[in-house]
């Protein structure tokens, strides 16, 4: 057996030499027997069935790269539905804002729109009553001349007012045909006058159809031209429809 090749062998004694060699070849048989477990000369152990420990790393390494992979993957679609439930929530906001906006614009144009009718409507009222104001004042302050065309009017006037109907050219008609224009003319000799109730004034009213006709704002005096006329009117109105339907004694 062949010494072994140990630094500073050759220095030693003989006896470390021998103590040396038996360490040597003690080693080699630990060696061998770890090679050849049990002693069987006939099993041969190759590097092939002995643990390949960079082969078992290298596939550690790309599992925690796979899983370091998947766990980016699942952290940026995580972040992207972040993302978009974001965006989702800004545009239903946005949409909500809009709609909100446009119904206060339109809320607040209606009320001005009815603000300004309201105002219209104010403003024509208000035309109105002083238009009425105005003719009141400018019938109040009417004059009328004092002979058969003014009585005539001053009665149409007051006919109108209080929703007689009658024309000037009927009640001028009826006029000239009862009296000839005479406020104090009477009728002493008709079957009234026989009864005690004549017919009197422009158009010939019997005291108890003066009473029952009167028009207020007129005389009570039959005998007055402008009272005489309205209080006629308004008897052949509701007898005859209107004083321009009456041709004749009535």
């Not at 809320?107 to 009425?132: F, I, W």
């Amino acid at each position: 057996m062949p010494l072994p090749n140990i630094p500073g062998y050759s220095r030693l004694n003989k006896t470390h030499k021998y103590s040396a060699a038996g360490i040597a070849a003690a080693g080699a048989a630990a060696i061998a027997f770890a090679v050849v477990p049990g002693g069987d000369a006939g099993a041969k152990t190759t590097a092939q069935d002995l643990p390949n420990k960079p082969v078992a790393l290298t596939s550690q390494k790309a599992d925690a790269q796979a899983h370091h992979e998947a766990l980016a993957k699942q952290s940026a679609l995580a972040a992207k539905q972040a993302k978009d439930e974001a965006a989702k929530k800004a545009a239903k906001k946005a949409a909500a804002d809009a709609a909100a906006k446009k119904a206060a614009e339109e809320a607040a144009a209606k009320k001005a729109a009815e603000a300004k009718a309201a105002k219209e409507r104010a403003a024509k009222q208000a035309a109105s009553r002083s238009a009425t104001r105005i003719e009141t004042v400018a019938a109040e302050k009417k004059t009328y001349p004092d002979n058969l065309d003014g009585w005539i009017r001053e009665s149409l006037d007051i006919m109108k007012k209080k929703g007689i109907p009658g024309s000037y050219e009927g009640i001028h008609r009826n006029i000239i045909r009862e009296s000839g224009g005479n406020p104090r003319a009477i009728n002493n000799w008709d079957i009234n006058a026989q009864n005690g109730v004549p017919s009197k004034g422009l158009l010939q009213v019997i005291a108890p159809t003066f009473q029952a006709y009167h028009v207020e704002g007129t005389a009570w005096d039959a005998y007055d031209p402008v009272a005489n006329i309205t209080a006629a009117c308004n008897y052949a109105a509701d007898r005859y429809g209107s004083m321009d339907n009456v041709n004749g004694p009535y």
